[in-house]
């Protein structure tokens, strides 16, 4: 699931959406989709990314491609086969330097 996330940076702090495992056991979520357009996939997480059960994947504007609005939108975490939206929040404006999660 998304489970936090950062959209209102200033340097050297970087947006971030951040990612949950809440089974008991590792979850791969290689190929999967994380985007703030519902048509556009805008980030293919990488082969072999692993969430261990319990655990935490976070991914940075830099790796994403992409900056998350300061004014809130909406997240999209996308199955690798793109036939179902796994997760998805709609945010309204951060605090600077505020995560929501």
């Known amino acids: 699931v998304i489970n ?10 970087v947006d971030f959406i951040e990612l949950y495992n809440h089974s008991n056991t590792a979850v791969d979520v290689s190929g999967a989709f994380l985007s703030d357009r ?11 990314t692993v969430i261990p ?3 935490f994947r976070a991914f940075t504007e830099s790796t994403l491609g992409f900056a998350l ?3 809130g939108e909406e997240i999209f975490f996308v199955s ?20 929501t999660g």
């Open 69 to 71: 609005s300061t004014t």
């Open 53 to 55: 059960a319990r655990g």
């Open 38 to 48: 519902a048509d556009q996939n805008k980030f293919q997480i990488p082969p072999g």
């Open 80 to 99: 690798p086969d793109n036939l179902r939206v796994l997760d998805a929040v709609r945010f309204g404006g951060q605090a600077n330097g505020i995560s």
């Open 4 to 13: 936090e996330w950062l959209a209102h940076t200033d340097l050297p702090q």
